[in-house]
């Protein structure tokens, strides 16, 4: 029976053994307001046996540590991936198999620098009845570097997900996951929740807008979470850009075809004003102006209606940006300056580097999405079947990049019915989700990929930190992890050490 630890940056299977170099020790760097993570792998040739976690001692204060079960998830090629974090403190192993568990660090901005020890004690029960207690020694050394709120970070986050039955108890636990996610960009259906809250169609060309919903969904979230954006979608249908979605006499949602004939046109531009208009002065007044942004089509493939829409944008909400996601080379230039914050998909950018780099060179600002592609192994993602850490790599290529923020699609798509949510059968791997049901606690649960999306977007703070008084050495390191989303080192090691060395560099200054 045996007890060892690895990095989080190291993807461990069940079939994982334990290396010659792996002892029952770990060194973790992290800063303030933070979060590091180590694995205590457990296993045994002989026996199946119970695994408890029975005592976790030596944090100090201002320090928050956790230890959870690592949970495994199973697709048609039969092999379990390391990804949803249970937070069970029991788990049964099976005789020649190897289990993870993740010892979860967080800090507080007020967490005391220097060096603690975090003792592990797993009592394990064989299946004979042989009781056997195995020690794991995590030493976290806490740096001088403090982070700030999501809130007020310079770097966006966003995701796009399902809103659900809409109620507090549902969309609570959301927030609060998001606000672990560092999210600080609220993707806001505002039409869906208009119709909620009881928006009619009055006339051919008149709606009364009802903004109850909608409010109690913002409070919510500005409440538990941490939003420096409330981004609106629920407009022009994506890709074919084909119809403006709306509400209609009974209040619901509706499509009104664009560019088909003048009075469907006339009813298009009535809503658009009513819809753009109508948030953007019921925003000014709640105080929440300054935080807006829009989506208008997602993923446009023509730019005709995009363009119709943004010039409407433009007029009833003046100087409310307007950022798209953006899936080929040429609709990104097509739209141009128009498109205040282009969101290209990590190969679109990619393969156009040269236009977005100048285009933040002049002042703009450029964000980067994945959804779905690109899917070849090669590239940064955050699909299951990739390891975790792609997920926290890409947020070291938009540093080394001058990427200043990320749209994630996916953050609870769950249905088996999509070929991006839980199926065994899927193509994109959790492509759809970063969290997973907490069916027993009526909330939601993270994954490997979560865990390292929030370490990256804290490791670009850390970067953009030292950018403030050394732009050619944050930039230097941040190019050692990662220079693009296709040009990154594949050793978890090199990670590990660049973000020690990191967080040393910000010590000395």
Known sequence: MEIWCRSISDSVYRHTRRRETDANRITLHTGRNMTDAAQLLVRDAAQGFWAEVEEVTGACAGMEVTVGAQGYEIYNDGLPYPDLLTGKQRVYVKASTTQGFVLLVKTAPDTPCGSTNIAVRIKATRDNGDIHYMNASVTVTVHRAVIGEPKNSAFGHEYFFD?????????????????????????????????????????????????????????????HGSFRYLTITGSIRPVTGDAFHSIDD??????????????????????????????????????????????????????????????????????????????????????????????????????????????????????????????????????????????????????????????????????????????PNTRFKGDGFIVYPDEENGGVLMSNRGLATTMGIEEWELLHKLAETDKTAAKALACRTAKTFRDFTDDPSDLDDTRAALLTYLDMM
């Not at 580097?353 to 779905?372: I, L, P, Q």
């Not at 001058?402 to 769950?414: A, C, E, K, M, Y």
Request: proline share 6%; with cysteine.
């Open 163 to 223: 809103l659900g039955d809409g109620s507090a108890e549902t969309l609570i636990p959301y927030a609060r996951a998001m606000k672990d996610l560092r999210v600080n960009s609220l993707y806001v259906n505002a039409v869906t929740l208009l119709a909620r809250g009881g928006t009619k169609r009055t006339t051919r060309t008149t709606w009364s807008l009802d903004f109850s919903a909608f409010d109690k969904f913002v409070e919510l979230f500005l409440e």
């Open 250 to 423: 009974n209040g619901y949602g509706t499509n009104l075809p664009l560019f088909t004939d003048d009075a469907d046109m006339e009813a298009a531009g009535a809503w658009a004003e009513t819809f753009f208009g109508g948030i953007a002065e019921h925003c000014r007044e709640r105080g929440w102006y300054e935080m807006l942004r829009f989506h208008l089509e997602d993923e446009p493939h023509t730019t005709q209606s995009w363009l119709w829409a943004r010039e409407i944008c433009h007029r009833v909400a003046p100087g409310v940006p307007c950022m798209e996601p953006i899936d080929t080379k040429g609709i990104g230039r097509a739209l141009g300056n128009e498109c205040d914050i282009p969101v290209p998909r990590l190969e679109v950018y990619d393969h156009d580097a040269e236009y977005y780099t100048k285009y933040a060179e002049d002042g703009g600002e450029v964000w980067c999405y994945s959804c779905c592609f690109p899917e070849e192994p090669w590239w940064l993602n955050k699909f299951i079947d990739l390891p975790a850490r792609y997920a926290r790599m890409i947020k070291w290529a938009c540093f080394a990049q001058d990427i200043t923020g990320f749209l994630h699609w996916g953050f609870n798509f769950w249905s088996p019915d999509t070929p991006y949510g839980r199926n």
